[in-house]
């Protein structure tokens, strides 16, 4: 397997790795992403068993013990299955998410006890870039989940959501959402709640200039507009199976 590097906003780098046995013959990527500044930030720490191939892909761009924050969106082992790897190699390194995910797994399962980030609380990296975090809880899966928005930037960390298959370009101005659909009508992976649409339609009002997909392409653009068009097929889905959860939660 082979990690490519791709820096996809200003100092903001997605190393990327094509599992072709998954979901064949398109295959699927797992994607970090590697915010430089003082405090080097990686969102996603990759499986624990891909640990030597991203610690290596890291390596071309600072030396991975100076990484200083560990983020991801949610509590699985893609997001987060090489913590505890990642802490062993950084000293100055910390966990960081939210209160529901630290209260409910990472005090216990990180090997240093880690940062809580309020809801809407940011992390200053230095050299001017901010990441700021949000929960998300259960969207697109996980009570914990949230995501980091970096605000120099304006590039939305958005973990799960528009999840698609295949190994495309590193970055893209084309269409992220057919693809996300077509990949929840396969994988089923989203915890349909009346809440998603409002919440990632709140995420629409950051007007991120990037979206970076965990599985995907990173997407340049209207990343609003591709937020309220997910929304609005979430809450399709929704509506079909409960009509009455949709007009509570509107109410
Ligand atoms: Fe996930
Ligand atoms: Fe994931």
Redesign the pocket.
């Known amino acids: 397997m082979e990690t490519k590097i791709s820096e996809i906003s200003d100092g903001i780098y997605r190393l990327s790795t094509l599992v072709p046995e998954i979901a064949p013959p398109a295959g699927f990527t797992y994607n970090q992403f590697l915010v430089l500044g003082d405090e080097p930030l990686l969102f996603h720490t990759g499986l624990r068993r891909m640990f030597p191939l991203i610690r290596s892909a890291v390596s071309r761009l600072i030396p991975p013990e100076r990484l200083r924050w560990i983020t991801f969106g949610h509590y ?1 082992a ?2 987060c299955g090489a913590m505890n790897e990642w802490l062993a190699v950084a000293p100055q390194a910390e966990v960081a998410h939210g209160q529901t995910g630290c209260l409910v797994s990472l005090n216990d399962m990180a090997d240093r006890t880690p940062r809580v980030l309020q809801d809407g609380e940011a992390i200053d990296l230095g050299q001017g870039k901010r990441v700021r975090y949000l929960d998300t809880p259960h969207i697109p899966h996980g009570w914990e989940a949230g995501v980091l928005y970096e605000e120099a930037t304006g590039t939305l960390l958005c ?2 959501l528009f ?1 698609q298959l295949g190994d495309g370009p590193a970055l893209t101005e084309g269409d992220i959402v057919g693809p996300a659909i077509a990949a929840e009508d396969i994988f089923k992976y989203s915890s349909l709640n009346p809440s998603m649409g409002a919440t990632i339609r709140k995420l629409a009002q950051l007007s991120p200039l990037t979206l970076a997909l ?2 995907g392409p990173s997407f340049a653009g209207d990343g609003a507009a591709a937020l309220r068009a997910l929304a609005d097929n979430y809450d399709h889905r929704i509506f079909d199976r409960a009509p009455d959860a949709v007009e509570t939660a509107a109410a």
């Open positions: 699985e893609d997001e973990g799960d999840t965990m599985h």
